[in-house]
């Protein structure tokens, strides 16, 4: 006689708010700080709360810097394993996420969900000395060393410097002999696509931004914005090391320069 073994799918642990059930007693003790909101644990650095010690250990790379989760194709590391799974995307050319606004497509959500802000104009991210407000973080980090003049990132190439390690990974790829993306007008090739389309503009005078005051346009929304500042009298951009005020980043950047300047001269 034939022994056959039965699997029977028992879960005793039921969510009494959606349905859901559960095996053990300690997983549906997890999904019920989904509706209970709960955040047992907490980051002892920043105070961010977390509903699982999962969230938690993967946060705290953060602070430590620690991406375990490498690409085997780039090499780029991730902090966890969702991120290098999306990240994987870009090289098989699966994009999924679509804008229904303008109809393109990205390999990850995130990617759409910064995409969206260019069209609905929000920047979540407020400098919050001067104001100034930013659609990712990352920008927000790199203008705040406009005020603070920190820039750790250096360019070990031609020794430029940058305020977030990002900034300095993409910059570094200009170094690059690698450059695919070329302009079709003048032969000028560029290693990201993104880079050949802001360049693009310069032949096509696409500046879609334009000023209500004086009719000048401009192709970025934020260098409008500047402009603007220069017929309003506004100074949003202060120097973190004196104090002194300006209208423009640019001014501001240049500004910067003769208290760094300053410093390499007292050393």
């Known amino acids: 006689?034939?022994?056959?073994?039965?699997?029977?799918?028992?879960?005793?642990?039921n969510c009494e708010v959606c349905g859901k059930s559960f095996k053990q007693r300690n997983d549906w003790s997890k999904h019920m700080r989904v509706h209970t909101k709960e955040k047992p644990y907490k980051c002892e650095v920043c105070g961010k709360l977390f509903s699982q010690s999962s969230s938690l250990f993967i946060h705290w790379?953060?602070?430590?810097?620690?991406?375990?989760?490498?690409?085997n194709v780039c090499g780029k590391q991730f902090?966890?394993?969702?991120?290098?799974?999306?990240?994987?995307?870009?090289?098989?050319?699966?994009?999924?996420?679509?804008?229904?606004i303008c109809g393109k497509s990205f390999g990850m959500n995130s990617s759409l969900k910064?995409?969206?802000r260019t069209h609905t104009g929000c920047k979540p991210y407020k400098c919050?000395?001067?104001?100034?407000?930013?659609?990712?973080?990352?920008?927000?980090?790199?203008?705040?060393?406009?005020?603070?003049?920190?820039?750790?990132?250096?360019c070990e190439i031609c020794g430029k410097l940058f305020g977030v390690k990002d900034y300095?990974?993409?910059?570094?790829?200009?170094?690059?002999?690698?450059?695919p993306y070329e302009c079709g007008i003048c032969g000028k090739s560029y290693t990201q696509n993104a880079s050949l389309s802001r360049h693009l503009k310069k032949h096509t005078s696409d500046k879609p931004c334009i000023c209500k005051i004086c009719g000048k346009t401009?192709?970025?929304?934020?260098?409008?914005?500047?402009?603007t500042n220069v017929h309003n009298g506004d100074q949003p951009y202060m120097c973190?090391?004196?104090?002194?005020?300006?209208?423009?980043m640019i001014y501001l950047s240049k500004h910067m320069r003769r208290h760094t300047s300053y410093k390499t001269i007292q050393v």
Request: hydrophobic share 25%; proline share 5%.
């Open 114 to 116: 910064r995409h969206i």
């Open 218 to 227: 401009f192709e970025m929304e934020y260098i409008l914005q500047d402009h």
């Open 240 to 248: 973190g090391i004196c104090g002194k005020l300006f209208s423009q």
């Open 168 to 179: 300095l990974t993409r910059h570094t790829k200009t170094h690059a002999e690698n450059k």
């Open 79 to 100: 902090r966890d394993k969702s991120g290098i799974k999306s990240h994987m995307k870009t090289h098989s050319g699966d994009k999924p996420f679509e804008c229904e």
């Open 1 to 13: 006689m034939e022994n056959k073994v039965i699997h029977i799918n028992i879960r005793p642990f």
């Open 61 to 71: 790379r953060i602070h430590t810097g620690d991406k375990p989760n490498k690409c």
């Open 128 to 154: 919050e000395l001067c104001g100034k407000a930013f659609s990712v973080s990352p920008r927000l980090k790199n203008h705040m060393w406009m005020h603070t003049g920190d820039r750790p990132f250096e």
